[in-house]
C-alpha cells in the first residue's frame, strides 16, 4: 500500500493547497490552546473546520483534527468542546495526548477515530498497546527519539498503525515531556501550545554582532550578514564545562525523504511534515516532493533526490534520531 | 503536611547512595522514593544495595516506594520495568509505560514526570489505583488547588514539586555523552563527575540550566519556602524534596522546622545558601510569570 503523506495545514488556504498538491491526508486545529500550534492568525474557526473538511472530502482527502495540548485543570470543557466539534464537522479523526481527554473522547464520543500524538511521547510498545487497549486508539505518532531498527521492533509487536515525522521542525526532547519554554518565558508547549514564544524573542544589534534572546537569555549570536536562527531553546548556543556551542542540537531541521524505503519496510503506515506555521506555498511543494516520492517507491521507480534542501531552516539538515547516530 | 523525598535525579558513587539512604531512615521525612528515574545503564552500579535501603527505610517507619525509569525504549528497560512491578514494593510510575505492567488493581503513586495536568487524567488514574500524585513542575498554583480539591474526592493525595533542579526535559540523546563526543551506547559514564549536574550557561555567562545525561534540569534549585502556607490552603499533602549531594539531611530537617512552625519563612532559602552559597533559587512555575523567577528577593545572592 501507498505510504499516506499527513500535511500540515494552518489555514483554509493551506488545506486547500496541500489537498490540490496530493497530500492524502491534512491536520490542523482550532484556533485557541486546544492544540499546540497556537500562534498568532493560524488554525480554524468552527465554521472554516467544516468547510476544509467538506473541501477535504470531496477531494477524496482525510482531515485529522490536532487537540494536542494538556488541559488546564478546572477549564477542561474547553477541550471536550473541540472535540465534540471535530467530530461534528467530520473530522476523520482526532489527534491527543492527554489520557483524560483519550478518557472522555472513547468514552463519550464512540466512533470517534483516535490517534495518539507525538506529545504523548509513546516510545515502545507496552505503551501503545496498552493505550490501544484502553482508549482504543487505532494510530500513534510516533517520538522523534527513536531509530529506524527501533520502529520496526515496535511494528512488529503491535496493531496500532504508525506515523513517523520525517519533515520540518525537530524536537530533541521526548515530545509532551519539556518545560525548557515555560522556565524561561512562562509558555509551554503542554499547557500553551507554543514554544520559545516569539513574544519573548529580541534581537539586540550589538557593535555589529547580533545576539537573539529568548526570555532574556542570549542563546545565539551572530556576525552582520550572517543568517540568525530562530532562538528556539533546545537548538540555542551555550557553553558548559570547557565548551560552547550547540549542547544540545544544532539549529537543523529534519529531512528522512531518503530513509522512505526503510521506514516502509519497517512498517509505518503514513508520514508527516510538520509546520502548520508554515505558507500555503511551502506546504504544497513539500507534499508535490513527498507524494512524487512515495509514489516513486510504490510503482518501483528510483527516489527523487534532495529536491527539499533550500525550504529547510538554516539550510542544515538532519536525519535525527533515526539513523542511530544518537546512540 | 508531609514530607516526600523523590528519587535521586544523579548518578552517584553506590556508596555515596547508601549514605543518603542511611541518612535518611533517621531523617524528618515521611516518604521516600529511590531507584533509578533516568538512565538504565546507571542502574547496576547500586543495584544491589537496593533491597537493604528500602528495608532501613520501612523499618524506621518511612513509606516507600521504588520508581520507573523517565523515559522506557529499549528492549532491556521494558523487562526492567515488568520487573519492579513484582518486587513486591509500592511503585511510582514515572512513564507511563509502567501501567502495562502494573498488577490490575494493585495500588500505584505517580511521580512528577508523568503528565498530570487536570482533573480528567487525575481521574482515569485513580481508577487504574493512583493513590498518590507529584504534580509536573510547571503547574501553577491555581492548578494545584483545583487537583487537590478534585484529589481529595477521589482519595488521591497530592504532592509539589517543593525543593531541588527541576526536571525540565528528558531525550533519547545523551548530552553528557554528546558533550565528551561520544554516543549514549559508548558514554563511559560521563555524568558521574557531575554529582548535581553540569551547569549550562548562556553566551552572557548566565547559568540558565544544568545538563544530567538525558537529562536537562533548571539550573536554579526550586523552592517553596515562601509558598508553604499557599499550599497547604490549597490541600497540598506533601513537599517533594529532591536529594542533592550537599547538606541534604539539612535541608530536609529545614523544611520539617518550617513545616513545624519553629522558623519562618525565608529560613529554609537561607539555610540552602548556607549550605551552596552559590545557588539560585526559583519559585516561578507556582506564582511567578515563569518557572525561574523567584518571590523571595534577588534571584541570584
Not at chain 1, 485529522?64 to 472535540?83: C, E, K, M, Y
Not at chain 1, 509514489?295 to 542544515?316: F, I, N, T, Y
Amino acid at each position: 500500500m501507498v505510504m499516506e503523506i499527513v500535511c500540515p495545514a494552518g489555514t483554509p488556504a493551506a488545506l486547500r493547497a496541500a489537498v490540490k498538491a496530493g497530500s492524502h491526508t491534512v491536520y490542523c486545529g482550532f484556533n485557541d490552546e486546544t492544540n499546540a500550534r497556537n500562534f498568532p492568525g493560524l488554525n480554524f474557526d468552527r465554521t472554516e473546520m467544516r468547510e476544509g473538511v467538506q473541501f477535504a472530502h470531496a477531494h477524496g482527502a482525510k482531515v485529522l483534527v490536532a487537540i494536542n495540548t494538556f488541559p488546564r485543570a478546572g477549564d477542561q470543557s474547553i477541550w471536550h468542546r473541540a472535540i465534540d466539534d471535530a467530530k461534528d464537522a467530520g473530522a476523520d479523526a482526532v489527534i491527543l495526548a492527554d489520557p483524560g481527554l483519550l478518557d472522555y473522547a472513547a468514552r463519550r464520543r464512540p466512533g470517534l477515530r483516535l490517534h495518539l500524538s507525538v506529545q504523548a511521547a509513546a516510545a515502545n510498545a507496552d505503551i501503545i498497546n496498552f493505550y490501544a487497549e484502553a482508549f482504543g486508539i487505532k494510530r500513534v505518532v510516533l517520538p522523534r527519539v527513536l531509530s529506524v531498527p527501533e520502529i520496526a521492533a515496535i511494528n512488529s509487536e503491535t496493531d496500532v498503525e504508525t506515523e513517523v515525522f520525517v519533515f520540518g521542525g525537530l524536537c530533541v526532547m521526548a515530545e509532551g515531556r519539556c518545560s525548557l519554554s515555560s522556565y524561561a518565558t512562562g509558555l509551554s508547549p503542554n499547557m500553551n501550545g507554543v514554544c520559545s514564544p516569539a513574544s519573548h524573542v529580541e534581537y539586540q544589534d550589538n557593535q555589529g554582532v547580533l545576539n537573539a534572546r529568548l526570555g532574556g537569555y542570549t542563546i545565539h549570536r551572530v556576525g552582520k550578514g550572517e543568517p540568525a536562527p530562530y532562538p528556539t531553546l533546545c537548538k540555542g548556543c551555550f557553553s558548559a564545562g570547557d565548551q560552547t556551542g550547540h549542547l544540545f542540537e544544532d539549529p537543523v531541521s529534519l529531512n528522512a525523504e531518503q530513509l522512505i524505503p526503510q521506514l516502509q519496510k519497517a512498517g509505518v503506515t503514513a508520514l508527516k511534515i510538520e509546520g502548520r506555521q508554515r505558507s500555503k506555498s511551502y506546504v504544497a511543494q513539500v507534499v508535490r516532493n513527498f507524494r512524487s516520492a512515495v509514489d516513486a517507491l510504490e510503482a518501483g521507480r528510483p527516489m527523487p533526490e534532495g529536491m527539499l534542501a533550500r525550504l529547510s531552516e538554516g539550510q542544515a539538515m538532519t536525519t535525527g534520531a533515526y539513523k542511530k547516530t544518537w546512540r | 503536611m508531609e514530607l516526600t523525598v523523590g528519587a535521586n535525579q544523579f548518578f552517584w558513587t553506590a556508596d555515596k547512595w547508601s549514605a543518603l539512604y542511611d541518612d535518611l531512615a533517621q531523617g524528618p521525612v515521611d516518604r521516600v522514593v529511590l531507584g533509578e528515574l533516568v538512565c538504565s545503564k546507571r542502574l547496576p552500579f547500586y543495584q544491589d544495595r537496593i533491597p537493604e535501603a528500602v528495608a532501613a527505610l520501612a523499618a524506621a517507619d518511612k513509606e516507600v516506594a521504588l520508581t520507573s525509569l523517565a523515559l522506557i525504549t529499549l528492549k532491556r528497560e521494558r523487562k526492567l520495568t515488568a520487573a519492579l512491578a513484582e518486587m513486591g514494593v509500592m511503585v511510582e510510575i514515572n512513564d507511563l509505560t509502567a501501567l502495562a505492567h502494573l498488577p490490575k488493581g494493585a495500588g500505584f503513586w505517580v511521580g512528577p514526570l508523568v503528565n498530570v495536568y487536570n482533573e480528567g487524567t487525575l481521574a482515569w488514574l485513580a481508577g487504574l489505583g493512583a493513590k498518590r500524585v507529584c504534580l509536573p513542575p510547571e503547574l501553577p498554583i491555581a492548578s494545584v488547588g483545583v487537583l487537590a480539591r478534585a484529589g481529595a474526592d477521589l482519595g488521591v493525595a497530592i504532592e509539589v514539586w517543593g525543593h531541588g533542579r527541576l526536571p525540565l526535559a528528558i531525550s533519547g540523546r545523551c548530552y553528557h555523552a554528546r558533550l565528551h563526543k561520544r554516543g549514549k551506547d559508548n558514554c563511559q559514564f560521563a555524568c558521574e563527575d557531575d554529582p548535581d549536574g553540569l551547569e549550562v550557561c548562556t553566551l552572557e555567562d548566565q547559568p540558565f540550566m544544568a545538563m544530567n545525561g538525558v537529562q536537562t534540569l533548571s539550573d536554579s534549585y526550586a523552592c517553596v519556602d515562601h509558598q508553604i502556607e499557599r499550599l497547604a490552603e490549597a490541600g497540598v499533602s506533601s513537599l517533594r524534596l529532591s536529594p542533592q549531594s550537599q547538606g541534604f539531611a539539612r535541608l530536609c530537617q529545614s523544611y520539617r522546622d518550617r513545616l513545624n512552625g519553629k522558623i519562618p519563612a525565608g529560613a529554609v532559602a537561607d539555610e540552602a545558601r548556607l549550605i551552596a552559597p552559590e545557588t539560585r533559587l526559583s519559585d516561578g512555575f507556582l506564582t511567578g510569570e515563569s518557572g525561574v523567577t523567584w518571590s523571595g528577593g534577588p534571584a541570584s545572592p
